[in-house]
């Protein structure tokens, strides 16, 4: 039986104006495009959509727009989490969730909480919650690490539904290995989609679907349909164009795909800079290439 948040959810960026405000018509641009190519569900406010530089209005805003603008009446997940347990907590009572399938809540970061602190950490989330909880392991960001048994531990809690991990293809083994079969597994590395659909994961959460969501959508559901070969040969596409996206962080590279594809512009937030000429021209000479889609 395939679970509504199986396949591809696009990370969706957020398009940002010349003066770093929200470009409301570029953020359109980017769920009617998305959605048309494919993409099973839509992620609001993940990393790759700059949360750390959004404001909880802005944050609650583009919810709301989502919701208002979801033609194809795909299912929504909301990033949802922080290091503050308190201030998630009282963000999760004070935000309008109807409509959205499951928060996504990545591990706490800088404060390096123990694997008991996670686990203390992730069930007051899940007990306050009115919809489901997906954990969000992504050690070269958070430094934390959700290691197996906090996983297993936590997969016990009838609210907490899966894991987006983007740690190591060994822990993406050991978790197909142990969790429960109802345990929904997501790879968090566009690079790994067919090896971790290969082990029994269910699919991802993409960046690179921003721009490519018809190809990605096709490979990854050439590996869910058990067509290695076919998922393979798309996944060696990607590759070096997946290489070039993160050269000057996330989620830079995609933005500036974006742009050259006219769906919003290459702006980010500071700390973040756009894309440097050089790394401009080598993306447009990969999404040029005979052997990458057009």
Known sequence: MEHPLMGVGVALITPFDQNHEIDYDGFRRLLEFTSEGGVDYLV???????????????KADLLKFTKEHNAKN????YGLGGNNTKVVLETIKNTDLSGVSAILSVCPYYNKPSQAGLIAHFTAIADASPVPVLLYNVPGRTVTHLQIPTVLELA???????IKDASSIENAIELAKRCPKDFLLLSGDDNLVTAAVSIGFSGVISVIANAFPKEFGEMTWAALKGNFDEAAALQHRF??????LYAESNPVGIKKCCEIKGICSSEVRLPLVKASEELGAKLTKAMNAENFWK
């Open 239 to 244: 590759l070096d164009f997946d290489t070039l």
């Open 74 to 77: 795909l299912p929504i997940v």
């Open 156 to 162: 016990k809690h009838p609210n907490i539904i899966g």
């Open 44 to 58: 609001v406010q993940g990393t790759t959509g700059e949360t750390s530089t959004t404001t909880a209005q802005e």
